[in-house]
């Protein structure tokens, strides 16, 4: 069974930067998807950016140009970099991760971004 364990949330004003963390452990061997998605109390939760172990990344239109996903394969940790925050990037940030999408799911990190 893969765990992930979320870091890095927290609040920040806006034009901010924070970087999110996320740790992948047990079973890792099967993890080709990493991602982060989010989610807004009653609202879906949302795709914010995720990759592959290969190195191909997707983003939301919403954060492109101001997140960047990485991963450190040696340390089967994914990150996420978040610049230019806004207000509405306000959000539990959730970690996933899997063999061709997102199969685990981290406890959640909250992001709020103040105006």
């Known amino acids: 069974q893969v765990q992930l364990v979320e870091s890095g949330g927290g609040l920040v004003q806006a034009g901010g930067s924070l970087r999110l963390s996320c740790a992948a452990s047990g079973g890792i061997f099967r993890i080709n998807y990493m991602g982060w998605y989010r989610q807004v109390s009653g609202k879906q939760r949302e795709l914010v950016a995720d990759?592959?172990?290969?190195?191909?990344?997707n983003y939301a239109d919403s954060v492109k140009g101001r997140f960047t996903i990485s991963r450190d394969n040696t340390k089967n940790t994914v990150y996420l970099q978040m610049n230019s925050l806004k207000p509405e990037d306000t959000a539990v940030y959730y970690c996933t991760a899997g063999f061709g999408g997102p199969n685990y799911w981290g406890q959640g990190t909250q992001v709020t971004v103040s105006s």
């Open positions: 990759g592959t172990r290969q190195g191909s990344t």
